[in-house]
């Protein structure tokens, strides 16, 4: 059904399944553009939700539940496919920016390196294997973490709660000459 159907969306559909068949009279293959990926699915989503709201709807509340849960389902559906959408561009983004990724292996089975057929081996290799060192150097919670801010050493840390401390004391101090 989904060869037949106009509009973007279905015309890449219709690509990725006639290249995944094998048919050597298909079209040019198309890029994607951001907009493509925010906007991919959105429509299958909003009326695959705005139904199923409105069917449990219409089977909770009766009839008067139907436009509510058509637009309720619609909308949230619609808003998880965009997120979701959103979630794939960022994926896409970090695995396009981040330099350390072990190299690809071709349909022959021989590895790419990324840096051409004649890249002298020993260097190559060198620079992966440094690349890879430094970004497995931080653990899991590290990276987590380090989203949120900087990780500082205990005594950094200690410093600052002792400057906190001090500045309620002061101004314990205060309160407490105020109330005298």
Same mark, same amino acid.
């Given at each position: ?37 925010? *906007? ?5 989503? $909003?009326?695959?939700? =705005? @139904?199923?709201? #409105?069917? /449990?709807? *219409? ?5 008067? $539940?139907?436009?509510? =849960? @058509?637009?309720? #389902?619609? /909308? ?105």
């Amino acid at each position: 059904m989904v060869l037949t159907l106009p509009g973007r969306q279905y015309q890449l559909r219709r690509q990725k399944f006639i290249h995944s068949i094998g048919n050597s009279m298909s079209e040019e293959p198309t890029s994607l553009s951001w907009a493509d990926i925010r *906007t991919s699915r959105l429509l299958d989503s $909003g009326i695959s939700g =705005g @139904l199923s709201g #409105g069917i /449990l709807n *219409t089977w909770k509340r009766g009839r008067r $539940g139907l436009v509510p =849960g @058509l637009t309720t #389902g619609a /909308l949230m559906c619609t808003f998880l496919q965009l997120c979701f959408n959103e979630l794939n561009i960022l994926r896409i983004r970090h695995v396009s920016a981040n330099p350390a990724l072990p190299p690809q292996r071709t349909i022959h089975g021989s590895v790419d390196t990324g840096q051409g057929s004649f890249a002298d081996p020993s260097t190559s290799a060198g620079m992966q294997m440094t690349q890879v060192e430094s970004s497995t150097s931080h653990s899991p919670m590290d990276r987590i973490l380090s989203m949120f801010g900087q990780r500082i050493s205990d005594e950094k840390y200690l410093e600052r709660l002792k400057i906190e401390r001090d500045s309620y004391l002061h101004r314990i101090a205060e309160l407490e000459e105020e109330k005298k």
